[in-house]
Nanobody
């Protein structure tokens, strides 16, 4: 099993930056495809960025390309999301996700499978 705990959310002005972290428990962290998803009020959950187990492959939603960077440190069992040039439309609850059975492109397009895990979420609010 994998338990995921996000941190780093908060309130920031447009144009500012935040760094989200996701601490994972469990010895199988490094074998999981990891990702960040977000859900704004009244909208469906969408993928933001996903990263392969090695960190060698990453994919981003078009709306965050060039502004957000996903990374992972398998030695620390931690996933990161560096968010720069934040916009009010980035306001959402951000969720960390892990799935040992999905390739990154699959996670981006399909979400999690039955073996996947979600964190509890962290609120990001960007004021204009």
């Amino acid at each position: 099993q994998v338990q995921l705990v996000e941190s780093g959310g908060g309130l920031v002005q447009a144009g500012g930056s935040l760094r989200l972290s996701c601490a994972a428990s469990g010895r199988t962290f490094s074998s999981n495809t990891m990702g960040w998803f977000r859900q704004a009020p009244g909208k469906e959950r969408e993928f933001v960025g996903v990263i392969s187990w090695s960190g060698g492959r990453v994919y981003y939603h078009d709306s965050v390309k060039g502004r957000f960077t996903i990374s992972r440190d398998n030695a620390k069992n931690t996933l990161y999301l560096q968010m720069n040039s934040l916009k009010p439309e980035d306001t959402a609850v951000y969720y960390c996700a892990a799935d040992p059975s999905k390739y990154p492109q699959e996670m981006a397009s399909e979400g999690l499978g039955p073996r996947g895990y979600w964190g509890q979420g962290t609120q990001v609010t960007v004021s204009s």
